[in-house]
């Protein structure tokens, strides 16, 4: 099983981008989702994760503010908007499934991960 995100790409800073992760499950709503990101020589940071529901939320504290996930179970698809994006937001996007139905942050509970859409901040 893929997930696949998309919707990474060059953009100024201050701009806005919409990433989509289309993950094709038969139980989808039944699990939490989330967003990592990693940069060439870091670690993989979490950045959203959202609960099966779509209903309760948990980002890290540098995007708060400026990111928002959602999700539409109709569609099997979560997203990440990013606005006011800052230099510092480049890295490679994953989207991931974790095995809980509460938002988390550890890593190590998601067990499916797609692959990662790259984006780019401009100063």
């Known amino acids: 099983v893929q997930l696949q995100a998309s919707g990474g790409g060059l953009v100024q800073a201050g701009g806005s981008l919409r990433l989509s992760c289309a993950a094709p499950l038969r139980t989808f709503s039944s699990y939490a989702m989330g967003w990592f990101r990693r940069t060439p020589g870091k670690e993989r940071e979490f950045v959203a994760s959202i609960d099966k529901n779509g209903v309760s939320t948990l980002y890290q504290d540098s995007v708060k503010g400026r990111f928002t996930v959602s999700r539409d179970n109709a569609k099997t698809t979560v997203y990440l908007q990013m606005n006011s994006l800052k230099p510092e937001d480049t890295a490679a996007y994953y989207c991931?499934?974790?095995?809980?139905?509460?938002?988390?942050?550890?890593?190590?509970?998601?067990?499916?991960w797609g692959q990662g859409t790259q984006v780019t901040v401009s100063s």
């Open positions: 991931a499934r974790a095995k809980r139905i509460a938002p988390v942050r550890e890593a190590g509970i998601y067990d499916l």
